[in-house]
């Protein structure tokens, strides 16, 4: 099942730099996409979410694009702490379903 | 801060035996999840719980498995007869609405 798609499996980037974490999925149907971030031994965090019917989300030093022609949205993290060093997995859910679609993950480092 | 609630953290159990995951969701919210995540691959939707029945369910989640909310706090996933690939992290979470879904801890399932 490769509906959500995080190429990535691994950034580094130095503190107080920007880090830009992608997702492509293939659904047509998906219209709700989140981001979570996960440390070890514990459960997915909510970061940020976007509605289809926007291109963009800001919440403080996170802010989701979505290209929804291109099927791809990203999460950018400015400026990048060490704190923010986790795995981060996008989501999306179709319309009328509340079932999430991860991607595999993407493990950032941040470097101080 | 609310949070999902997840027992026990680990549970060992022999292949065929009866096991039962427990959850308490966030107080207010009224839609109960299950996910699960086996080593090395994808978070997996396997059932949503509203208004005390089942609103969507994957197909990982065959008759070996049921949930149920025995009272005003408590949401639990049992598997019957237990298979070496149920051995996973499960995850419960709960959303208020047709928002984001917060996530417990999980319970690592080891099946012998």
């Known amino acids: 099942d490769q509906q959500v798609k995080q190429n990535s499996p691994s950034l580094s980037v130095q503190e107080g730099r920007i880090s830009i974490l992608n997702c492509d999925y293939t659904?047509?149907?998906?219209?709700?996409f989140l981001w979570y971030k996960k440390y070890p031994a514990e459960g997915p965090t909510f970061l940020i979410s976007i509605s289809s019917i926007k291109d963009k989300n800001e919440d403080g030093r996170f802010t989701v694009f979505l290209n929804k022609s291109a099927k791809h949205l990203s999460l950018h993290i400015v400026p990048s702490q060490p704190g923010d060093s986790a795995v981060y997995f996008c989501?999306?859910?179709?319309?009328?379903?509340?079932?999430?679609?991860f991607g595999s993950g993407t493990r950032l480092q941040v470097q101080p | 801060e609310p949070e999902v609630t997840q027992t026990p953290s680990h549970q060992v159990t022999q292949m065929g035996q009866e096991v039962i995951l427990r959850c308490v969701p966030i107080s207010n919210h009224l839609y109960f999840y299950w996910y699960r995540q086996i080593l090395g691959q994808k978070v997996e939707f396997l059932v949503s719980?509203?208004?005390?029945?089942?609103?969507?369910k994957s197909e990982i989640f065959d008759d070996q498995f049921s949930v149920e909310r025995p009272d005003g706090s408590n949401f639990t996933l049992k598997i019957r007869s237990t298979k070496l690939e149920d051995s996973a992290m499960y995850f419960c979470?709960?959303?208020?609405?047709?928002?984001?879904?917060?996530f417990g801890p999980g319970t690592r399932l080891t099946v012998l």
């Open positions: 979470a709960s959303s208020e609405w047709d928002e984001e879904q917060f």
């Open positions: 989501a999306a859910s179709a319309t009328g379903r509340r079932a999430l679609t």
């Open positions: 719980f509203y208004n005390n029945e089942i609103s969507e």
């Open positions: 659904n047509s149907m998906f219209d709700y």
